[in-house]
């Protein structure tokens, strides 16, 4: 299919596919393409017969966040050009919002992060964080532009456990917050399976227990994040802009091995959020008997 440009905009050029739209950026004074690959559909784009019309909230297509496919090849990604390539995002992000491709404005940008330190701790490469550190030990706390994340938020976000502990070592601050008010807490108690890792799974869970045994490990990594966490002194009752706490959190997802951890660490299963919920209330509203138990217990 030939490539369409927008507005005959130079920097911007992109193609339709069937399950999804590619979108290409040419940064500014580079020769190179640099890729957004958008997987997601866009829910609905206006035209005289037939006006645009607001989806609800949970209907919205977030085109941008955790979709950005960049072509890592010189003078696109690195601490050099890098600021100039998300600015062309952000303006592909208008453009979008122009043809009314509906976007979550707060998740916007998700998985590319204008701190090289926080894209080196989300992508899960240690010698680089290593290297910028000693280059600079400001780096540490460092939050990044879009969504206000900290290196150790990026990596609690990922599950890195490798990468939180390197920096817990270094000090860093376990209770910044981001722009949605969470600390790496929050993060690490929301942490899921990847789709790769249900893949994994399934496959695998024939062979062996091989799959069950994926599991167990993986679950187990994301107990010994939390571990690291509260160990360092994150605040275990601090609460995000819609007032969950971490123990929200983990009865909203059913954390069976989470639940005791932050109890043991004294959170407080009283707090209630901007619905009006408990830890409790929660438990009780998806039937989790066996947390309802625990948390009854106490309280």
């Given at each position: 299919?030939?490539?369409?440009?927008?507005s005959?905009?130079?920097?911007?050029?992109?193609?339709?596919?069937?399950?999804?739209?590619e979108?290409?950026?040419?940064?500014?004074?580079?020769?190179?393409?640099?890729?957004?690959?958008?997987s997601?559909?866009?829910?609905q784009?206006?035209?005289?017969?037939?006006p645009?019309k607001?989806?609800?909230?949970?209907?919205?297509?977030?085109?941008?966040?955790?979709k950005?496919?960049?072509?890592k090849?010189?003078?696109?990604?690195?601490?050099v050009?890098?600021?100039t390539?998300?600015?062309q995002?952000?303006?592909?992000?208008?453009?979008?919002?122009?043809?009314?491709?509906?976007?979550?404005?707060?998740?916007?940008g998700?998985?590319?992060k204008?701190?090289?330190?926080?894209?080196?701790?989300?992508d899960n490469?240690?010698?680089?964080?290593?290297?910028?550190?000693?280059?600079?030990s400001?780096?540490?706390?460092?939050?990044?532009?879009?969504?206000?994340?900290?290196?150790?938020?990026?990596?609690?976000?990922?599950?890195h456990?490798?990468?939180?502990?390197?920096?817990?070592k270094?000090n860093?601050?376990v209770n910044?917050r981001?722009?949605?008010d969470?600390?790496?807490?929050?993060?690490?108690?929301?942490?899921?399976f990847?789709?790769?890792d249900y893949?994994?799974?399934?496959?695998?869970m024939?062979?062996?227990l091989?799959?069950y045994?994926?599991?167990?490990?993986?679950?187990k990594?994301?107990?010994?994040?939390?571990k690291?966490?509260?160990q360092?002194?994150t605040?275990?009752?601090?609460?995000?802009?819609s007032?969950?706490?971490?123990?929200?959190?983990a009865?909203e997802?059913?954390n069976?091995?989470?639940?005791?951890?932050?109890?043991?660490?004294?959170?407080?299963?009283?707090?209630?959020?901007?619905?009006?919920?408990?830890?409790l209330?929660?438990?009780?509203?998806?039937?989790?008997?066996?947390?309802?138990?625990?948390?009854?217990?106490?309280?």
């Amino acid at each position: 299919m030939p490539v369409k440009s927008h507005s005959q905009d130079p920097l911007l050029q992109y193609k339709g596919k069937q399950r999804g739209t590619e979108w290409q950026i040419r940064p500014q004074n580079q020769g190179k393409w640099a890729r957004v690959a958008v997987s997601a559909k866009i829910h609905q784009r206006p035209s005289p017969q037939r006006p645009a019309k607001v989806p609800p909230q949970d209907h919205y297509t977030d085109l941008l966040s955790s979709k950005f496919a960049a072509v890592k090849s010189e003078g696109i990604i690195g601490a050099v050009h890098q600021r100039t390539f998300l600015e062309q995002a952000q303006y592909l992000q208008e453009i979008l919002l122009e043809w009314c491709a509906f976007l979550l404005p707060s998740t916007v940008g998700y998985g590319i992060k204008t701190q090289p330190i926080c894209q080196a701790a989300y992508d899960n490469d240690f010698n680089q964080i290593q290297l910028l550190l000693e280059e600079d030990s400001n780096y540490l706390n460092i939050q990044d532009s879009f969504g206000g994340d900290t290196p150790l938020i990026c990596a609690c976000r990922q599950g890195h456990n490798r990468i939180v502990s390197f920096l817990l070592k270094w000090n860093a601050d376990v209770n910044i917050r981001n722009k949605k008010d969470r600390t790496c807490l929050h993060y690490a108690v929301r942490k899921r399976f990847s789709f790769l890792d249900y893949l994994l799974i399934i496959i695998l869970m024939p062979v062996l227990l091989i799959g069950y045994l994926i599991m167990v490990s993986k679950t187990k990594q994301n107990e010994n994040l939390i571990k690291m966490l509260l160990q360092a002194g994150t605040d275990v009752n601090a609460t995000d802009y819609s007032g969950n706490t971490a123990l929200h959190y983990a009865c909203e997802m059913k954390n069976q091995s989470v639940v005791p951890l932050l109890l043991e660490a004294h959170a407080d299963t009283s707090i209630k959020n901007k619905n009006g919920e408990s830890p409790l209330d929660i438990a009780r509203r998806l039937k989790f008997t066996n947390i309802e138990c625990v948390l009854k217990k106490a309280s």
